[in-house]
């Protein structure tokens, strides 16, 4: 998608006197994140007990009960072991960033289309992580450990936090919003 598909994309969500000072999306692709070193053997233990269940209860004749009992977490561990990656990647491949003189704009999902807005000059904290290949993610508003662990899990309850994520030149991007913030 080119830059002028982003704009015109975005183009319905802009105000009168809008006027875009950057358009972006994310890489696509199946992506790493930093707080996959924690999930990805917990989602193994998970994945491997649920499994290990499963087949026990199966294999020894168990009660009705105890083989179904277990097909939830099964299911849950092949999700977040597996799935995850998957429903990260088609989510990061529909979304959509802008920046314009006023607001950043994020459209994203999957199913359906949710348009975020944020007012630039009410954003608080605002803090960057780059690779070596200048790509990164730019993070909109205060971190909280906890929501950091679960960032890229779409789980019901999970509040994923506002970020321009797995973008390129994310250092020129970052200095547009805090030249953008100021007076």
Not at 26 to 38: E, Q, V, W, Y
Request: proline content about 4%.
């Amino acid at each position: 998608m080119t830059t002028y598909d982003i704009e015109m994309d975005l183009r319905p969500n802009l105000t009168a006197n809008e006027r875009f000072v950057w358009v972006g999306k994310p890489k696509t692709g199946i992506m790493l994140r930093s707080s996959d070193a924690f999930l990805i053997p917990f989602s193994i233990f998970w994945a491997g007990f649920a499994i290990f269940w499963e087949a026990t209860a199966v294999g020894t004749g168990a009660p009705f009960f105890f083989k179904l009992s277990g097909l939830p977490f099964v299911c849950v561990g092949l999700y977040i072991t597996i799935g995850r990656f998957f429903i990260d990647a088609k989510k990061r491949g529909n979304t959509l960033y802008g920046i314009t003189n006023d607001r950043i704009i994020i459209k994203s999902g999957i199913f359906s289309q949710e348009v975020k807005s944020l007012n630039i000059r009410s954003i608080s904290d605002i803090s960057f992580n780059q690779k070596k290949d200048n790509s990164g993610t730019i993070m909109l508003g205060p971190t909280d450990a906890r929501l950091n662990m679960m960032q890229g899990i779409d789980w019901p309850g999970v509040k994923q936090q506002n970020s321009l994520e797995f973008i390129d030149d994310v250092k020129t991007v970052y200095d547009k919003i805090i030249a953008l913030q100021r007076p």
